[in-house]
């Protein structure tokens, strides 16, 4: 579903979300993502950890050159939906540690 995507330093750009899947908004479930010209940047990587590489090209893609430009991000879905607005906060690319306790880790 189309999202808005509102970075740390005001910049608002668009994107989507992946559907809630019964009642379960977590970030691992709806991944927000930007598309911008240049590609787009996700933010859910999973249990892959992206490489320096990765992020530098993310920043790169977004037009910004530090963390403090994009995080935390906020989003929220731009369609109407029966329960509410899909929304959070992202406080940088998220790796899955731990399948079992869907413990994540944070890196910018």
Known sequence: MRAI???ADGTRLTGYL???FQGQA???T???VIVVPAG???FWWGMIEPTATDIAESYQRLGKTSPAQVFPLRFASDVAMADGPVEGEISGFLILEDFK???TRIVT
Do not use: K
């Open 40 to 42: 787009q940047i996700g």
């Open 26 to 28: 977590d970030l691992g």
């Open 30 to 32: 709806v991944q927000p």
């Open 101 to 103: 306790t869907m413990r």
């Open 5 to 7: 995507l509102n970075l």
């Open 18 to 20: 992946n559907t809630p």
